[in-house]
């Protein structure tokens, strides 16, 4: 059974930075993209960046941009978010999301293009 676990979160300061990973078990699908979605309270569910399966990138240019990056391992069952220059705003349940209908897109930005989910992880960033 697929299963996306993120880890990493936690409270930190304003500035301050932070890194989240997602692994993914599981998988028997050739190719996937993977994701990272942020949702705070009372707000609707956020693209924050998406890696496809060629390792291409994009990020959410307006909230993210310069401060978060995306990475993954070798094996590529793992997404990282580095995340720096923390702000109050970046406060929120981070998830992780996988895509296997399009793999190999870079405008996958809405959570409809997503297919799997992690439970997510909560950063709060105090000012």
């Known amino acids: 059974q697929l299963r996306l676990v993120e880890s990493g979160g936690g409270l930190v300061q304003a500035g301050d930075s932070l890194s989240l990973s997602c692994e993914v078990s599981g998988s028997t699908f050739s190719a996937y993209g993977l994701g990272w979605f942020r949702q705070a309270p009372g707000k609707e569910r956020e693209f924050v960046g998406r890696m496809s399966w060629a390792g291409l990138v994009t990020y959410n240019e307006d909230s993210v941009k310069g401060r978060f990056t995306l990475s993954r391992n070798n094996a590529k069952n793992s997404l990282y978010l580095q995340m720096n220059s923390l702000k109050p705003e970046d406060t929120a349940v981070y998830f992780c999301?996988?895509?296997?209908?399009?793999?190999?897109?870079?405008?996958?930005?809405?959570?409809?293009?997503?297919?799997?989910w992690g439970q997510g992880t909560q950063v709060t960033v105090s000012s």
């Open positions: 999301a996988l895509d296997i209908r399009n793999p190999y897109s870079t405008s996958t930005r809405i959570a409809g293009g997503y297919d799997y």
